[in-house]
T-cell receptor, first 113, second 112 residues
Framework: DVKVTQSSRYLVKRTGEKVFLECVQD?????MFWYRQDPGLGLRLIYF???????EKGDIPEGYSVSREKKERFSLILESASTNQTSMYLC????????????FGQGTRLTVV | GQQVMQIPQYQHVQEGEDFTTYCNSS?????IQWYKQRPGGHPVFLIQ?????EVKKQKRLTFQFGEAKKNSSLHITATQTTDVGTYFC????????????FGTGTRLLVSP
């Protein structure tokens, strides 16, 4: 079974802090995604990566950056956390190809105070 | 911004009633996938539709992809309490990288 692991289940950070959310997958997938989930808004794509060191902006990249130094690891960085970034963050991993499913991590609920 | 909308946002049914959620995209999709997220869980893949007008069934669940490949629906016959959760559609566009865009989701509550 594919396993996608996010480093933290719950996280509380202060406004202005730099926050790192880590995601690791064990199936050698090319594509990895970061979403945030908010009630009524569904899953909104922040960034995705289709290869090591390659990244593309999603629909809501402002205030975030990403890093993919190794194929199995995709990190989401909040440069200076703000209260409007309080949310559930979900990482997903997808093998290359147009007909493959996404495998999700368990999610990180981030609260910025 | 969000370009895949789902309706309704929320539905509460009695066990045994039917349920349908609709997914609409502003652009043509190469395929559409459906996911289910149980309360407190993460989205889990249910099915994928690729062909225009395609219909697929999984027991009490029926999935349909529109002729224009811009909309889709999920119908559950005779809901059960185990159907509780949020249902998301997700689509890939015909151009560009494999950007997987999710819909806004429909939260289903089933009362016994």
């Amino acid at each position: 079974d594919v396993k996608v692991t996010q480093s933290s289940r719950y996280l509380v950070k202060r406004t202005g802090e730099k926050v790192f959310l880590e995601c690791v997958q064990d199936m050698d997938h090319e594509n990895m995604f970061w979403y945030r989930q908010d009630p009524g808004l569904g899953l909104r794509l922040i960034y995705f990566s289709y290869d090591v060191k390659m990244k593309e902006k999603g629909d809501i990249p402002e205030g975030y950056s990403v890093s993919r130094e190794k194929k199995e690891r995709f990190s989401l960085i909040l440069e200076s956390a703000s209260t409007n970034q309080t949310s559930m963050y979900l990482c997903a991993s997808v093998q290359g190809g147009f007909d493959t499913e996404a495998f999700f991590g368990q999610g990180t609920r981030l609260t910025v105070v | 911004g969000q370009q895949v909308m789902q309706i309704p946002q929320y539905q509460h049914v009695q066990e045994g009633e039917d349920f349908t959620t609709y997914c609409n995209s502003s652009t043509t999709l190469s395929n559409i996938q459906w996911y289910k997220q149980r309360p407190g869980g993460h989205p889990v893949f249910l099915i994928q539709l690729v062909k225009s007008g395609e219909v697929k069934k999984q027991k009490r669940l029926t999935f349909q992809f529109g002729e224009a490949k811009k909309n889709s629906s999920l119908h559950i016959t005779a809901t059960q309490t185990t159907d509780v959760g949020t249902y998301f559609c997700a689509g890939r566009r015909n151009t560009g990288f494999q950007k997987l865009v999710f819909g806004t989701g429909t939260r289903l509550l089933v009362s016994p």
